[in-house]
């Protein structure tokens, strides 16, 4: 019977978000709170659940479910003194389940961690609270304290032993939750003696086969507080590599948390005795092979990749064995050899590109390793010189990859983009009668009966998708907002042309509701975290939507001339458009002769002056050019940024496991 109850309220908060639940906890602790206040007098009663008056006396069974009952609501209440009171009386404690959850399997341990009540949970783990009781999600202490940033909160949980392995009911475990621009906290998640993995590789071989190449500047936008729990679990490779990446600062036990001047010195200790030396080619950071093998090893780490990746640590094996090899190469033998080497593997991957050029995940994998070994390169003193050519090559293997990318989400964005933006309605609006609808007395209200299953919605979740692919191959972040912006560009120009060619479009009515359709777009891009100048590229459709929405109101010649002005992105002959062509709807207010007559006689000025100049193709154009590409570089250098402005190249590491060096021996003939 507790299991059957304790479903619905799993169901009814399975897709909470952080912010939701909160909400709801909060919303529990106040009516906790007036439920206490109560307890004074000889009875205790609420309006939907009836307490039998409880004392401190010797206990029988229905009194000890009172005590556990009383005590989980002064606990989640955050009453220390109440619980310390009932936790010291031997009589009352024998009665308490101190791991015990309420009615929505909430623990007290939970309730401090989520809330921040430090004072609460050091009192609970003293008298014996399970340091990784879950709630009914299966979230941990940790995990809430973690997700909230209670950075105090945490270090006592890890110091009393908390699991950062344990997994929740969907798998996921505290890195999961992680804020990586909160280096306090990702520094005391990274000291964890209990989970901590023996290997007999040292430290600096396990953590930066995995370092993440995406952690620059641009982390600002890998993380948001009140993202729901799928988005979470979508980032959870992420947060991994950048959990792996922070090991490498905690070789040194002591931390000075208000010395950083101290801080930065252990750094500095810590870093040369796991720095690769880019100056010089030392015997254990190069891949020694036999030129008879070469052929064997590239197959094996490029035409033999597999989808979806066995380990994530695997993202980077292309690029780091191809480097190590190609050091081997130049400092050891020959150049035809390093040719052999750059050239066979470019060769292979430009194959392996084309052969993949719908699959967004090879993609994704081939642009991280392109661009991460391009890094090398030019990292590399030795190479950096003897290696131009194939520099310029792996750099239009990038842009290329990147255009596969752009191109085929495009196409699918195409073929949803009319009834996802055009076509849904937000708010349904009937009676909208125009003026040239003759036959609107005897039209059939059968389409509006069907409503549409695809929604802005549906642009979001394909952008999302996109977004989350390339994110958990590592992709690096500028890279990715070049992508968005490319992307973003491209529904404007279809919107706006698709608008702007039809007349039936061209209403204030129609604009409206796409209007409210482009804002799932604008929220979309702020709840993701991503720079506001991608918001720029939606301008031209939303000064389009603006303009017909007030058109008819524009009465005045010197009110319509100074509202258009600000309208910076359209031209004379798209204004012009959205006059000549705009549909009325009966009862509206036509635009006067003067502006329609000043409106046409700017197109034709600027017309004639562009014709004057040679410039045809100008801002006279009344369509947008939507196969437009904007500029696209590829990032080569300051590729990370770990912590507040501190650049750490020096953790870009390439590094090949154990666990690859001996597939590559055993792969050979």
Same mark, same amino acid.
């Given at each position: 019977?507790?299991?059957?109850?304790?479903?619905?309220?799993?169901?009814?908060?399975?897709?909470?978000?952080?912010?939701?639940?909160?909400?709801?906890?909060?919303?529990?602790?106040? =009516?906790?709170?007036?439920?206490?206040?109560?307890?004074?007098?000889?009875?205790?009663?609420?309006?939907?659940?009836?307490?039998?008056?409880?004392?401190?006396?010797?206990?029988?069974?229905?009194?000890?479910?009172?005590?556990?009952?009383?005590?989980?609501?002064?606990?989640?209440? /955050?009453?220390?003194?109440?619980?310390?009171?009932?936790?010291?009386?031997?009589?009352?404690?024998?009665?308490?389940?101190?791991?015990?959850?309420?009615?929505? /399997?909430?623990? %007290?341990?939970?309730?401090?961690?989520?809330?921040?009540?430090?004072?609460?949970?050091?009192?609970?783990?003293?008298?014996?609270?399970?340091?990784?009781?879950?709630?009914?999600?299966?979230?941990?202490?940790?995990?809430?304290?973690?997700?909230?940033?209670?950075?105090?909160?945490?270090?006592?949980?890890?110091?009393?032993?908390?699991?950062?392995?344990?997994?929740?009911?969907?798998?996921?475990?505290?890195?999961?939750?992680?804020?990586?621009?909160?280096?306090?906290?990702?520094?005391?998640?990274?000291?964890?003696?209990?989970?901590?993995?023996?290997?007999?590789?040292?430290?600096?071989?396990?953590?930066?086969?995995?370092?993440?190449?995406?952690?620059?500047?641009?982390?600002?936008?890998?993380?948001?507080?009140?993202?729901?729990?799928?988005?979470?679990?979508?980032?959870?490779?992420?947060?991994?590599?950048?959990?792996?990446?922070?090991?490498?600062?905690?070789?040194?036990?002591?931390?000075?948390?208000?010395?950083?001047?101290?801080?930065?010195?252990?750094?500095?200790?810590?870093?040369?005795?796991?720095?690769?030396?880019?100056?010089?080619?030392?015997?254990?950071?190069?891949?020694?092979?036999?030129?008879?093998?070469?052929?064997?090893?590239?197959?094996?780490?490029?035409?033999?990749?597999?989808? %979806?990746?066995?380990?994530?640590?695997? #993202?980077?094996?292309?690029?780091?064995?191809?480097?190590?090899?190609?050091?081997?190469?130049? $400092?050891?033998?020959?150049?035809?050899?390093?040719?052999?080497?750059?050239? /066979?593997?470019?060769?292979?991957?430009?194959?392996?590109?084309?052969?993949?050029?719908?699959?967004?995940?090879?993609?994704?994998?081939?642009?991280?390793?392109?661009?991460?070994?391009?890094?090398?390169?030019?990292?590399?003193?030795?190479?950096?010189?003897?290696?131009?050519?194939?520099?310029?090559?792996?750099?239009?293997?990038?842009?290329?990859? $990147?255009?596969?990318?752009?191109?085929?989400?495009?196409?699918?964005?195409?073929?949803?983009? +009319?009834?996802?933006?055009?076509?849904?309605?937000?708010?349904?609006?009937?009676?909208?009668?125009?003026?040239?609808?003759?036959?609107?007395?005897?039209?059939?209200?059968?389409?509006?009966? =069907?409503?549409?299953?695809?929604?802005?919605?549906?642009?979001?979740?394909?952008?999302?998708?996109?977004?989350?692919?390339?994110?958990?191959? +590592?992709?690096?972040?500028?890279?990715?907002?070049?992508?968005?912006?490319?992307?973003?560009?491209?529904?404007?120009?279809?919107?706006?042309?698709? #608008?702007?060619?039809?007349?039936?479009?061209?209403?204030?009515?129609?604009?409206?509701?796409?209007?409210?359709?482009?804002?799932?777009?604008?929220?979309?891009?702020?709840?993701?975290?991503? %720079?506001?100048?991608?918001?720029?590229?939606?301008?031209?459709?939303?000064?389009?939507?603006?303009?017909?929405?007030?058109?008819?109101?524009?009465?005045?010649?010197?009110?319509?001339?100074?509202?258009?002005?600000?309208?910076?992105?359209?031209?004379?002959?798209?204004?012009?458009?959205?006059?000549?062509?705009?549909?009325?709807?009966?009862?509206?207010?036509?635009? %006067?002769?003067?502006?329609?007559?000043?409106?046409?006689?700017?197109?034709?000025?600027?017309?004639?002056?562009?014709?004057?100049?040679?410039?045809?193709?100008?801002?006279?154009?009344?369509?947008?050019?939507?196969?437009?590409?904007?500029?696209?570089?590829?990032?080569?250098?300051?590729?990370?940024?770990?912590?507040?402005?501190?650049?750490?190249?020096?953790?870009?590491?390439?590094?090949?496991?154990?666990?690859?060096?001996?597939?590559?021996?055993?792969?050979?003939?």
């Amino acid at each position: 019977t507790t299991l059957l109850a304790q479903e619905p309220v799993k169901n009814k908060y399975e897709d909470m978000s952080f912010e939701e639940m909160s909400q709801h906890m909060a919303e529990s602790n106040r =009516q906790i709170s007036a439920m206490l206040s109560s307890t004074t007098s000889s009875t205790l009663s609420t309006s939907s659940i009836e307490i039998e008056p409880i004392t401190f006396e010797p206990a029988d069974e229905g009194e000890e479910i009172n005590y556990n009952r009383l005590f989980t609501r002064t606990a989640s209440s /955050g009453n220390v003194e109440k619980v310390r009171e009932m936790l010291s009386d031997e009589t009352i404690r024998s009665s308490i389940d101190i791991n015990a959850g309420d009615n929505d /399997g909430t623990p %007290p341990l939970i309730y401090a961690a989520c809330f921040g009540k430090t004072e609460m949970a050091k009192l609970l783990i003293q008298y014996g609270a399970h340091i990784d009781v879950q709630d009914s999600f299966g979230w941990s202490a940790l995990m809430w304290a973690t997700n909230n940033g209670h950075e105090q909160l945490v270090k006592i949980l890890m110091d009393a032993g908390a699991s950062a392995t344990t997994r929740s009911a969907k798998g996921r475990t505290v890195f999961d939750f992680v804020n990586t621009e909160n280096q306090k906290l990702v520094d005391i998640l990274a000291i964890n003696p209990r989970d901590s993995v023996s290997s007999t590789s040292s430290l600096f071989y396990r953590t930066t086969g995995s370092v993440s190449s995406n952690s620059t500047d641009n982390d600002y936008y890998y993380h948001t507080h009140d993202e729901s729990l799928q988005d979470v679990e979508l980032r959870k490779k992420l947060f991994e590599d950048t959990m792996a990446l922070a090991n490498d600062y905690d070789n040194d036990d002591e931390e000075n948390e208000s010395d950083e001047e101290n801080e930065q010195e252990r750094e500095e200790e810590d870093i040369p005795d796991n720095a690769f030396h880019w100056d010089t080619c030392r015997p254990d950071q190069m891949f020694v092979f036999n030129s008879n093998d070469l052929d064997g090893i590239l197959d094996r780490v490029i035409n033999m990749v597999e989808f %979806p990746l066995n380990d994530q640590q695997d #993202i980077h094996v292309p690029s780091n064995v191809i480097f190590l090899s190609a050091r081997f190469a130049h $400092y050891f033998s020959s150049a035809e050899l390093l040719y052999q080497v750059l050239e /066979g593997a470019l060769y292979r991957i430009s194959a392996t590109i084309k052969f993949n050029s719908r699959n967004i995940h090879a993609l994704a994998f081939w642009t991280n390793n392109l661009t991460r070994l391009l890094f090398y390169l030019k990292k590399d003193s030795g190479l950096v010189v003897v290696t131009a050519q194939q520099q310029l090559q792996i750099s239009e293997l990038i842009s290329e990859i $990147y255009n596969m990318i752009i191109s085929d989400t495009e196409k699918r964005l195409h073929k949803i983009i +009319d009834p996802a933006m055009l076509e849904h309605e937000e708010i349904k609006v009937d009676g909208v009668d125009f003026t040239d609808e003759w036959h609107r007395f005897f039209r059939s209200r059968k389409s509006a009966e =069907q409503p549409t299953s695809i929604t802005p919605q549906s642009i979001t979740r394909l952008l999302s998708s996109t977004l989350v692919v390339l994110r958990s191959f +590592d992709v690096h972040p500028i890279i990715i907002i070049q992508a968005l912006a490319q992307f973003f560009h491209f529904i404007s120009c279809e919107l706006f042309n698709r #608008i702007l060619t039809n007349k039936k479009l061209l209403c204030r009515s129609k604009a409206m509701q796409v209007r409210m359709n482009i804002s799932h777009l604008e929220d979309w891009i702020s709840l993701q975290r991503l %720079p506001n100048h991608l918001l720029s590229y939606l301008n031209p459709i939303i000064q389009l939507l603006q303009l017909l929405q007030c058109i008819t109101h524009l009465t005045d010649l010197a009110e319509f001339i100074n509202t258009t002005k600000s309208f910076d992105t359209l031209n004379s002959a798209q204004v012009k458009r959205c006059i000549l062509s705009y549909r009325y709807e009966v009862n509206e207010v036509r635009i %006067p002769d003067e502006i329609e007559k000043y409106a046409m006689q700017c197109a034709e000025d600027i017309a004639r002056h562009k014709h004057e100049h040679d410039n045809e193709e100008g801002d006279s154009k009344e369509t947008r050019d939507t196969k437009f590409m904007l500029p696209f570089s590829v990032p080569t250098t300051h590729m990370i940024s770990f912590g507040e402005n501190q650049t750490d190249e020096q953790h870009i590491i390439p590094v090949i496991s154990e666990e690859w060096l001996t597939t590559l021996d055993t792969a050979q003939p």
